[in-house]
Each structure stands twice: as structure tokens, then as C-alpha cells.
């Protein structure tokens, strides 16, 4: 296991991923930014945190339309990529939600 730091929103968060998967975890993390960026661009009327759970679901959506177009082995792995994002997204919503409240 490898430790990384991403930068999401401007806010850095440390990972541990296996060395294979370090630059696949650095785009993820990216497009995640990308996405809390448009959304937080778009509602300028909202707080941070409903910002980051609209975020969430519409990435949430585009995996569930992918796993759902794909099939066989593509979808395992979408399956498994989905797991990883999902875990990923909730570690870092739990850590804006623990910084939030200090």
C-alpha cells in the first residue's frame, strides 16, 4: 500500500491505495473535484455539504446508467470501480462532515 494525498475543493485527503492503482485514484480524485466544482458553481446558494451529496448522487447516477448499459466482465469491473468510488466518496464526506463540525 502506497500513501497519496488528493486535493479535493481545495482540501487535501490522504489515501492509502495499492502502488498499481495510485494514478487511477489521482483521476478519480480529479473528477471528483470537477464535479464539486461545477456543482458548487451552479448552487451558489447552498452550503458545501449539499453541495457535495448533489455532487455525489449525479456521479452515483452516471455509474448506475454505465453498470446498467454494460454487461459481462465490463460490468464487474464497473461493479467493482463503483465500490471503490463509493467507498472513496463516503470516506471523504465523512471527513467534510467531522471538519465541518470543528
Known amino acids: ?13 490522504p489515501l492509502k491505495v495499492n502502488d498499481e492503482d495510485e494514478e487511477n485514484m489521482h483521476n478519480i480524485a480529479h473528477f471528483v ?3 464539486f466544482r461545477l456543482f458548487k458553481k451552479q448552487l451558489t446558494n447552498q452550503n458545501e455539504t449539499t453541495i457535495l451529496v448533489l ?14 448499459s454494460d454487461s459481462g466482465e465490463s460490468k464487474l469491473m464497473n461493479s467493482l470501480l463503483f465500490d471503490e468510488i463509493n ?3 463516503s470516506d471523504l464526506l465523512e471527513e467534510i462532515k467531522h471538519t465541518n463540525t470543528h
Open 55 to 68: 455532487s455525489c448522487l449525479s456521479i452515483a447516477e452516471e455509474l448506475f446508467l454505465a453498470k446498467k
Open 33 to 35: 473535484d470537477e464535479r
Open 87 to 89: 467507498s472513496t466518496l
Open 1 to 13: 500500500m502506497k500513501s497519496i494525498k488528493v486535493t479535493i475543493l481545495g482540501r487535501q485527503y
